[in-house]
């Protein structure tokens, strides 16, 4: 359960409209910053770390002056992970006059809100959306992302899959968004191409379904010897629960939509042995330990997914502004891509497409009720 500062605290968010202002400066005097994501809805255990993150980042940078010379705002807008709201959202933060915009945290939210910005020229930076096409198509370049994408995720579940499980016939099923059909994309091609290695069942489900049971028959009557699954908890939870309840024990490898503490929850018992891919472990890292330390002492528990991604985007955005003297996206995205920032995530900046050079992924299982990573 979270603890009551942090329910406090959420409960706050999601208030629609929601404005964070860190400081008394009047709004002239003020840079104002954009933090997009789910605060509300099954997905705010991804939203909400990231929105707590920017603040202590925020926080600190006031404390010391600002950005040059001026107090950071944040303008927190609530887009439940959903596209038709996010695309909203980014109306209402580029009316409101943000100059860039930590988000959003749903590849498909992202996706969604990207056109609005663009044509704004308002930098965005997200610590979780995944999906390859938003730097790899060339169709967002106002687009940035402190951690790795889906392909690489992909290819790190399949050779875990059949590598380290020794599975050669694999069930691959996602949940048609943009995220985790991109993911089992992905996962599916690099199975094609591998010797010895077949797809014996690729499908889709329908996300918020209260019963999986036949895409679990499938599975079973498919004789997959493992299953890799592209989307988010609330879906995989269920899915877990009920291969389990049937005495389906071959293993179930996902990525960093199922690596939070969310599912474990929910799934419970049988979330035990549960693989993820996620972010590289950077715990020993200064950083890292001073950022959860202000999480631990500020709400009494450990932060939760992404909160150290939008730590190091925070952190990256306005260095950016403060190492180009501007908040003018020219010369943002200069900085961006020229300088190099020490971060929770690590030393990182960007390359020419905006994915961040410097991160990666690992794999996580469920041990005792904790995700560790598998050495």
């Known amino acids: 359960m979270r603890s009551s500062q942090t329910l406090k605290w959420a409960l706050s968010l999601a208030a629609a409209g929601c404005l964070v202002w860190a400081g008394a400066a009047t709004a002239a005097d003020t840079i104002k910053l954009g933090v997009a994501g789910p605060h509300s809805g099954d997905l705010a255990s991804y939203g909400i770390p990231a929105t707590k ?3 202590f980042v925020v926080d600190e940078l006031n404390a010391k002056g600002g950005v040059l010379g001026k107090k950071v705002a944040l ?11 996010a695309a909203n959202t980014a109306a209402k933060l580029v009316s409101d006059g943000v100059v860039a915009v ?12 990207l056109g609005t910005y663009n044509d704004a020229k308002i930098i965005v930076m997200s610590p979780s959306a995944t999906n390859p096409a938003l730097t790899q198509s060339g169709d967002y370049p106002n687009f940035y992302r402190t951690i790795a994408s ?10 875990f899959a059949t590598g380290k ?31 010895g290695a077949e797809v014996v069942l690729y499908e889709g489900i329908t996300p918020g379904a209260v019963d999986y049971s036949a895409i679990v028959s499938k599975i079973k009557q498919s004789g997959a010897e493992a299953v890799l699954y592209g989307g988010y908890h609330p879906e995989a939870s269920k899915i877990v629960t009920q291969m389990r309840k049937k005495r389906m024990e071959i293993p179930f490898v996902s990525d960093d939509g199922v690596k939070d503490d969310t599912f474990i929850k929910v799934a419970k018992e049988y979330a035990e042995g549960v693989y993820a891919s996620g972010p590289m472990d950077t715990s020993e890292l200064p950083l890292y330990k001073m950022a959860v330390k202000k999480h631990q002492d500020a709400f009494g528990e450990e932060p939760g997914a992404f909160y150290k991604e939008a730590y190091a985007a925070t952190t990256a955005l306005l260095n ?30 960007f390359d020419a497409r905006g994915d961040a050079k410097g991160v990666g992924f690992s794999m996580y299982q469920v041990k005792d009720g904790k995700y560790v990573e598998v050495k």
Request: hydrophobic content about 40%; some cysteine.
């Open 53 to 55: 993150a920017a603040k």
């Open 75 to 85: 303008l927190v807008e609530d887009d439940v992970c959903k596209p038709e709201v």
């Open 102 to 113: 930590l988000g959003h945290i749903c590849s498909g939210a992202t996706k969604a809100a």
């Open 150 to 159: 889906d392909d690489m995720q992909a290819k790190l579940g399949v050779e």
């Open 165 to 195: 499980l020794g599975a050669k016939k694999l069930a691959v099923i996602h949940d048609k968004g943009d995220y985790g059909k991109g993911y089992a994309e992905f996962a599916k091609k690099y199975l094609e191409e591998m010797a």
């Open 320 to 349: 950016a502004i403060q190492k180009a003297g501007s908040t003018e996206y020219a010369a943002m995205e200069k900085a961006l891509r020229s300088e190099w920032v020490d971060t929770p995530v690590g030393k990182i900046s």
